[in-house]
């Protein structure tokens, strides 16, 4: 039996009882399922049709932050990724590189919660690897998860942006940056600032039942708003306008901002994500995510313009207009 009292030591990445030990008490109770059970070396999967595939590796620091953790952020991660290609998250792996000393307690909280969060999406985990390396070769954890989703809407691609288009925001941005940034910091806020860390499926399962058409659609992650809209002005050769009063951001957030002098159109989300769609679908769009998919914040804030091609211009409070260029430089290391 695994001691969640003691931490993790170089035998349990060294293929014997102590291994054995960690895969079979921890991980395979959390992610328990026939294809994992089998104990092949390589999962046999049942696929038809088109399919998504995509990875991502995940050192967030710290490795808990309010609303989330290294493991939920690594499911959320991964699943997102395969849904903003109107992909269903089907079969995921996961790899762990572990300091040797790392709590077994931390870990099983961790990986519990990727148990739960796998629950919001229905995929599943169906193989992995373990590795422990020696002290101060790593920072506690390192997660990398890969995934599968059949496609269930296809054409959804950053090059279908067009003139008639809208941009929706599914709620308000720069909550992850703004988590982690409090975390690290030790900011101790007046607040319930959390991370919007989340699955995107269930939202996105909602818009492709109701037959919305998508043109376009990312998760704005690192780089965050601003890096998505400047993304697609260019692969669609496109300009795209903004209305800077209807981006949707929470007070804590812009209190972070004014504090260390960044933009919340910059600032990393998790569970938030950037929908281009025609003008004449918008709003039964925006009714779906707050009707049904509890995006209460989810709103239009531009659209798509013949001018000013592949870039992204900002309508100010003030009726000025500015650039919204693509962030420079590393605003925030690892926050993913």
């Excluded at 690192?222 to 669609?236: C, D, F, H, I, T």
Aim: hydrophobic content about 45%; glycine content about 10%.
């Amino acid at each position: 039996m695994l001691d969640a009292n003691k931490t993790i030591q170089l035998s349990h990445g060294g293929g014997g009882k102590e291994m054995d030990q960690l895969i079979k008490s921890l991980f395979f109770k959390a992610f328990d399922n026939p294809i994992l059970r089998a104990e092949e070396d390589a999962a046999k999967l049942q696929l038809s049709g088109p399919v998504a595939f995509t990875t991502d590796s995940f050192t967030v620091s710290p490795l808990f932050f309010a609303g989330g953790n290294i493991g939920k952020l690594a499911i959320a991660g991964t699943v997102n990724d395969l849904a903003m290609m109107g992909a269903q998250p089907e079969y995921l792996s996961c790899s762990f590189i572990i300091e040797e000393g790392f709590s077994i307690a931390e870990l099983k909280i961790i990986v519990e919660s990727m148990a739960e969060e796998l629950q919001q999406s229905g995929a599943r985990i169906v193989c992995g690897d373990t590795k422990v390396v020696p002290r101060g070769c790593a920072d506690g954890l390192f997660i990398n998860t890969t995934g599968i989703g059949r496609i269930i809407m296809p054409n959804i691609s950053t090059q279908n942006l067009s003139t008639d288009d809208v941009i929706i925001v599914s709620r308000d941005i720069g909550r992850h940056g703004a988590a982690i940034l409090m975390a690290r910091e030790g900011l101790e806020l007046e607040s319930d600032l959390t991370s919007d860390c989340a699955s995107l499926w269930p939202m996105v399962e909602q818009l492709i039942a109701a037959n919305i058409p998508i043109h376009a659609m990312r998760d704005a992650t690192r780089g965050g708003l601003a890096a998505v809209l400047n993304e697609w002005a260019k692969a669609s050769n496109v300009g795209i306008n903004l209305i800077e009063k209807a981006i949707p951001i929470a007070d804590e957030v812009k209190g972070l901002c004014e504090l260390f002098g960044f933009e919340a159109h910059d600032l990393a989300n998790e569970g938030t994500f950037v929908i281009a769609l025609p003008r004449e679908a918008a709003d039964g769009a925006v009714e779906i995510l707050q009707r049904y998919g509890h995006c209460e914040k989810a709103c239009i804030i531009g659209n798509v313009v013949e001018t000013h091609l592949g870039k992204v211009v900002l309508t100010t409070p003030w009726g000025s207009h500015r650039y919204l260029d693509l962030p420079q430089g590393e605003l925030l290391p690892r926050i993913c």
